[in-house]
């Protein structure tokens, strides 16, 4: 295990975070249904944003609309 953090240790940020992403989706495998039902999601937000159906809000707002 040592062997491997010293070769990962000169890796970049970036490299490090894909490696980290890997390890992850390794350990936790994609639902493939629920990513092809939040593609689809987005594609429609983004469609209808881009149509002028739907508006964006700022993030400070929300969070003090939804404070607790």
Do not use: C
Not at 10 to 23: A, F, G
Not at 24 to 45: F, H, M, Q, T
Request: glycine share 2%; proline share 3%; net charge negative.
């Amino acid at each position: 295990m040592d062997e491997i953090f010293s070769d990962i240790l000169p890796l970049s940020h970036t490299d490090k975070l894909l490696l980290v992403d890997r390890i992850l989706a390794s350990l936790y495998p994609a639902n493939r249904g629920v990513e092809a039902i939040w593609k689809d999601e987005a594609e429609e937000r983004l469609e209808a944003y881009d149509q002028g159906d739907i508006s964006t809000a700022d993030e400070k707002d929300i969070f003090i609309k939804y404070k607790r």
